[in-house]
């Protein structure tokens, strides 16, 4: 069974830091892409992703504030996110990217929880982050 499981989410002051973590399994991690999603207004926006290469995608909204990084052994895709605004408040999900993609399941222009519904399996619970000014 694939289970993604999100933590490290919270209040914040803009200008803070936090660190989300996807802890996974069920499915072969090393050669899954895993992304990032949050649900902000008008869209499900896909923040960051890292395959199995390493290779990385950042929205240009967080590129130089966010770093995306993988711990195989621990099956564990974390979030660093550094100098938060309140733009980034959102609730936050890991989503196994790649299988999203091989299934014809990536988001489309709908809400996260639409996507997750169509999908649930790919997607974790979400973290809500909470950037005040």
């Known amino acids: 069974e694939v289970q993604l499981v999100e933590s490290g989410g919270g209040s914040v002051k803009t200008g803070g830091s936090l660190r989300l973590s996807c802890t996974t399994s069920g499915f072969t991690f090393a050669e899954t892409e895993i992304g990032w999603y949050r649900q902000v207004p008008n869209e499900c926006e896909l923040v960051s992703t890292i395959?199995?290469?390493?290779?990385?995608y950042y929205a240009s909204s967080v590129r130089g504030r966010f770093t995306i990084s993988r711990d195989i052994p621990k099956n564990t895709v974390n979030l660093q996110m550094n100098n938060l605004r309140p733009d980034d408040t959102a609730v936050y999900y890991c989503a196994a990217y790649s299988l999203m993609l091989a299934a014809d399941a990536l988001v489309r222009s709908e809400t996260c929880a639409m996507a997750k519904a169509r999908a649930r399996h790919y997607w974790g619970e979400g973290t809500l982050v909470t950037v005040s000014s």
């Open positions: 395959d199995s290469d390493g290779d990385i």
